[in-house]
C-alpha cells in the first residue's frame, strides 16, 4: 500500500543517494546500474514509495526531466556573473518540487559551430528552459520544433522572463545624483546580450531625465561591444586614461562585478579613494558584492524570482497549458554598503 507522506527525497535519504537517482531507478531510465535500481525499488516499496506521477509521465512517453540549456561561447559563458546563481537556483527549484532536471552548457551562437542541444535531440527532458546568449542559430532551431516546450531567461521569446535590469540602473544614477554626483560614468558588457543592452539604455534614460549632459565617451565602457568579452588588460589601460582626463567621473554605474573590480584596482593605482574620491556601484550577487574592498553598494538580480517562475511557465507548457503570462519582468533591487558617498566638495 502506498504512502503519500514518502518521498523520493525520503528514499533517497534512506539509501544515502540523490532523489534524482531515486526517480532514474524508479522510471527504468539510463545512469543507474541494474544493481541499485533493484535495491532502490525494493527499499522503496518497504517504505510504501509509489511515483504515481512519474508513472503517468512515463506511460506518456514523457521523461519528468526538466532541462537547462545555458547557450553562449565557451569559456565566456562559464566566467560569467550570471551562470553561477541561475544554476543554483534552478537546481534548487527543482530539488524543492522533487523534479529529476539535466543541466547543458553549449555554445549556441555562431552558425558554423551550432550543435542541436544533446538534451533536447537526445529526448534527455520534456522541455528546457535557456538562459544565457540566444543566439539566432538556436533560436531558429528552437523555433523548428513545434511541439518542444521552451521558455526563455533575458532574451525575447514567445515564452520569457526577464530581469528589469533598466531599472535597477536607473535607480543607481538617481541615487547618485541625490547625492550630488553630476559626473556619472557606465561600464557595461556586450550589447550581443539584452540584459547589457538594456543597462546602458536605462544609464542613458536616467541621464536624460535627470537634465544632465550626455556623457562623454570617454566616460562609458561597453566592455565587448565589438566583440564577446574584453580582458582586465584591456579594461585598466581604458580606466586609466579615463582618471587622466581633465574632469573624470566622480561616480560610475558598473554592469559586472569583475569591471567594477577592475576600475576599483585602477582608481586605487591613480590614488584615488573609495568612496571618497570615487563612488562606485555594481550589477552583482551580494557574495560578490560582499567580497570586495570596500564592499560594494549593488545592484541585485532576483534569480531565485526569475528562475521560479520560468519552472512554473515551463511546467505549464509541458502540461499542456497556456502559461497565465508568455512574459514577466523582475525588478532588481539595489542594496546600500560603502562604495557610495556624497559628492566630495571642491
Keep these: 500500500m502506498s504512502n503519500t507522506s514518502v518521498t523520493s527525497k525520503s528514499v533517497a535519504k534512506r ?22 535500481r533493484d ?34 561561447p565557451l569559456p565566456v559563458t562559464g566566467e560569467a556573473g550570471f551562470t553561477g546563481p541561475l544554476m543554483s537556483h534552478f537546481v534548487h ?24 542541444p544533446k538534451q533536447i535531440t537526445g529526448r534527455l527532458v520534456d522541455g528546457t528552459i535557456v538562459a544565457g546568449a540566444l543566439g539566432k542559430p538556436l533560436f531558429d532551431w528552437l523555433e523548428s520544433q513545434s511541439s518542444f516546450p521552451w521558455v526563455c531567461i533575458d532574451e525575447p521569446a514567445t515564452y520569457s ?7 535597477g540602473v536607473i535607480q543607481a544614477v538617481e541615487y547618485l545624483h541625490s547625492l550630488g554626483h553630476r559626473r556619472i560614468g557606465f561600464t ?20 536624460r531625465q535627470l537634465g544632465l549632459p550626455k556623457p562623454p565617451e570617454n566616460w562609458v565602457m561597453q566592455n565587448g561591444l ?13 580606466f586609466e586614461a579615463m582618471f587622466k582626463l581633465p574632469e573624470s567621473p ?16 585602477t582608481a586605487m593605482k591613480q590614488g584615488l579613494r573609495v568612496p571618497e574620491d570615487l563612488s562606485v556601484i555594481a550589477v552583482g550577487t551580494e557574495t560578490d558584492a560582499t567580497a570586495s574592498l570596500p564592499s ?5 538580480v532576483d534569480y531565485q524570482g526569475i528562475m521560479q517562475q520560468a519552472v512554473t511557465m515551463l511546467r505549464d507548457l509541458i502540461a499542456g497549458q497556456k502559461p497565465n503570462h508568455s512574459q514577466q519582468r523582475f525588478a532588481p533591487r539595489m542594496v546600500h554598503r560603502r562604495s557610495v558617498t556624497p559628492v566630495a566638495i571642491l
Design 39 to 72: 535495491e532502490i525499488r525494493r527499499v522503496a516499496a518497504e517504505m510504501g514509495y509509489e511515483p504515481s506521477i512519474a508513472a503517468k509521465l512515463l506511460r506518456g512517453n514523457k521523461t519528468g526531466q526538466l532541462g537547462l540549456l545555458v547557450a553562449g
Design 296 to 300: 560594494l553598494t549593488s545592484i541585485e
Design 188 to 207: 557595461g558588457g556586450p550589447h550581443f546580450y539584452s540584459t547589457h543592452r538594456l543597462g546602458y539604455e536605462g544609464y542613458l534614460q536616467a541621464m
Design 15 to 36: 539509501l544515502g543517494v540523490s532523489h534524482t537517482t531515486v526517480l532514474k531507478a524508479m522510471r527504468g531510465s539510463g545512469g543507474v546500474s541494474d544493481a541499485r
Design 93 to 116: 527549484t527543482c530539488e524543492f518540487l522533487d523534479v529529476p532536471y539535466h543541466i547543458e552548457v553549449c555554445n549556441c551562437v555562431d552558425q558554423e559551430s551550432f550543435v542541436p
Design 161 to 167: 522572463v526577464h530581469n528589469a535590469i533598466e531599472q
Design 250 to 265: 566622480t561616480a560610475m554605474v558598473s554592469h559586472g562585478m569583475r569591471t567594477a573590480r577592475a576600475l576599483i584596482y
Design 226 to 238: 565589438d566583440g564577446l568579452s574584453v580582458d582586465l588588460d584591456t579594461l585598466v589601460p581604458w
